[in-house]
Each structure stands twice: as structure tokens, then as C-alpha cells.
């Protein structure tokens, strides 16, 4: 089975911009999960989907948004960047509801300037 | 979820020395899950022990869960250099609030010398 994949690798974007994440989950796997980690803040919970409907929400501004496709890929997106915003985005998908197991793509390393 | 506490936050060992890491919590679980993050990359998930469990192993990893104690470690035996990682833990309750939602602490980073 192909793992959890993540485009872009690496991005590099201007203050004020937005951009747009994508994650295509392990094949059978309903749940999307979506952390940031950063130096000085560690990993940090964005949000979860499951069947298209999001379930969970991490304390994050307006900013940060997200959505499932109903072939569980998810995108997520961020408005008006700030220097803050750069992180390495992580998505974690889960083949069921609950907290079970989470398998992590490699990430989008996002750099703002 | 909450998030759970790893100790050290930092460990250096040799090549074939055991390395063990710990875990506390504050509030009842349902699971406890440790994952291993190699430098920039994503999380790989190593186990998973349920609440009812005391030791659970996979290959050279042993965990343990004494919920008394609301505490875990991780034992990684015959330690070798590809080891080197950050290790998290993340204590889950399931349902409600909790879903998908991983909360993890600042980790142990494990250098492992050759």
C-alpha cells in the first residue's frame, strides 16, 4: 500500500499570499488529521476530517482552513501568511474513527519570507 | 487528548546500549501511542498500548503502561546510530473532543553514537 502522501515537499511563499496543501491518505483510510510543528511550539493539532465533515478543531485563527474531498484526499489552506505561518504541515491519516493509530506523510516544509 | 510529558529531553548513548524513555500524563486514557520522528520528516508510529495492558513489545521496543501511575516508557534495546531520532508519545482518550486529535509533548531527542 502507498503511504500517505503530501504535496508540495517545499514551498516557499510571500508575506500576505495564501496557499494550499494537499494530503492523499493511505487507500481505505477515512480519517485526515493535520498537525503543524514548529521549533518553538512543537506539534500542534490543525484539524481532523471523516467523511467530509470536519470533527475536530485545533486552536488556530480563521486563517487556517481545510476540507475533505469524498475520496478522503484533503486540502488545506492559509490566507494572508504571516512569518509565524512557517512550519513543517504534517497530515496523519487513521483507517477508523477513534484514536487509533496514525500514519504521518512526510510533510510540507513552508517557509514565509 | 492531552498531552503527554516526555523525559529526558535529551539522550546520548553508544551504539548496542539500551535507551529508555519516559512518559506522564494527567487524565484516565484509553491508549497510549509512541511515535519516532527522524530530523524534518514525518512521524512513524511505533505501538500502541491499550489502557488495560502492562507491556506490550514489537521487535526490540518494550513498552509499558502503569496507569496508577499515569506513566509509560519506552525501552529500545541493542540501540543503533539509525535509532537517532525525536520519540513522542501521545496519550489519547477516544471519541468527542479527541478525534484525530494527537497531542503530543516536545519529545526526547535519542542520539545514538556509533
Known amino acids: 500500500k502507498a503511504g500517505v502522501t503530501q504535496t508540495p515537499r517545499y514551498l516557499i511563499k510571500t508575506r500576505g499570499q495564501q496557499v494550499t496543501l494537499s494530503c492523499s491518505p493511505i487507500?481505505?483510510?477515512?480519517?485526515v488529521s493535520w498537525y503543524q510543528q514548529t521549533p518553538g511550539q512543537g506539534l500542534q493539532f490543525l484539524f481532523e476530517y471523516f467523511s467530509e465533515t470536519q470533527r475536530n478543531k485545533g486552536n488556530f485563527p480563521g486563517r487556517f482552513s481545510g476540507r475533505q474531498f469524498s475520496n478522503s484526499r484533503s486540502e488545506m489552506n492559509v490566507s494572508t501568511l504571516e512569518l509565524g505561518d512557517s512550519a513543517l504541515y504534517l497530515c496523519?491519516?487513521?483507517?477508523?474513527?477513534?484514536?487509533?493509530?496514525?500514519?504521518f506523510g512526510q510533510g510540507t516544509r513552508l517557509t514565509v519570507v | 487528548s492531552q498531552q503527554g510529558e516526555e523525559d529526558p529531553q535529551a539522550l546520548s548513548i553508544q551504539e548496542g546500549e539500551n535507551a529508555t524513555m519516559n512518559c506522564s500524563y494527567k487524565?484516565?486514557?484509553?491508549?497510549l501511542q509512541w511515535y519516532r520522528q527522524n530530523s524534518g520528516r514525518g512521524l512513524v508510529h511505533l505501538i500502541l498500548i491499550r489502557s488495560n495492558e502492562r507491556e506490550k513489545h514489537s521487535g526490540r521496543l518494550r513498552v509499558t503502561l502503569d496507569t496508577s501511575k499515569k506513566s509509560s516508557s519506552l525501552l529500545i534495546t541493542a540501540s543503533r546510530a539509525a535509532d537517532t531520532a525525536s520519540y513522542f508519545c501521545?496519550?489519547?482518550?477516544?471519541?468527542?473532543?479527541?478525534?484525530?486529535?494527537?497531542?503530543f509533548g516536545q519529545g526526547t531527542i535519542l542520539t545514538v553514537h556509533p
Open positions: 496523519a491519516s487513521s483507517p477508523a474513527q477513534g484514536n487509533t493509530e496514525a500514519f
Open positions: 501521545a496519550p489519547t482518550t477516544t471519541g468527542g473532543t479527541s478525534y484525530g486529535k494527537l497531542t
Open positions: 487524565t484516565s486514557i484509553n491508549n
Open positions: 487507500s481505505g483510510h477515512r480519517s
